[in-house]
């Protein structure tokens, strides 16, 4: 179901979380969280944002050895431009990734938020048609198994979050 050619509300929500999963967004918002954030906060941002940084690169990788181009359309511009290849979505892999680790270093109401917010910014790349079913499922699935790595290597498990 594409609501690229569609006008109105539900185009516009779309838009708007198909691009909040952009890096940049991501980042502004962590170094900002890094500055105002008290010494707990300051680890998670530090956390999100090595992961983050981890998972694009792994991302990057994967597009250059996959290739697979985007979707045909003209919604998307600059991600056709400057990444026109579309497995895995980076975005749902990030969406996955901050999922699992809010899991892992919470807060709840955080872990509660993502839980809502990912899937749909993850469904959002698809519906705007910039990504295939496919991209979007394995970058999320991509994204979830690095969030248990970093778990494992930093020795976290969900009780961290439930406590928080």
Same mark, same amino acid.
């Given at each position: ?15 708007? @979380?198909?691009?909040?999963?952009d890096s940049w967004f991501w980042g502004m918002g962590l170094a900002i969280v890094w500055f105002v954030g008290n010494y707990e906060w300051k680890q998670r941002a530090l956390v999100m944002s090595m992961s983050i940084l981890g998972t694009a690169l792994i991302v990057l990788i994967l597009k250059l050895a996959f290739r ?24 749902? /892999?990030? /969406?996955?990734? @901050? ?12 872990? @509660? ?31 979830? @198994? ?19």
């Open positions: 179901m594409s609501v690229v050619k569609r006008q109105g509300t539900l185009r516009s929500l779309a838009m708007f @979380l198909a691009h909040s999963g697979r181009r985007r979707p045909e359309g003209e919604w998307g511009e600059i991600y056709r431009k400057t990444d026109p290849n579309s497995f895995p979505s980076g975005h749902a /892999a990030r /969406a996955g990734l @901050l999922l699992g680790l809010g899991f892992l270093i919470g807060p709840v109401w955080f872990t @509660l938020a993502l839980v809502i917010y990912s899937p749909l910014m993850a469904l959002a790349r698809i519906v705007m048609g910039v990504h295939y079913l496919s991209d979007v499922i394995v970058g999320y699935l991509l994204g979830i @198994l690095i969030s248990m790595a970093v778990g494992r290597v930093l020795n976290l498990t969900i009780l961290n979050a439930l406590g928080s």
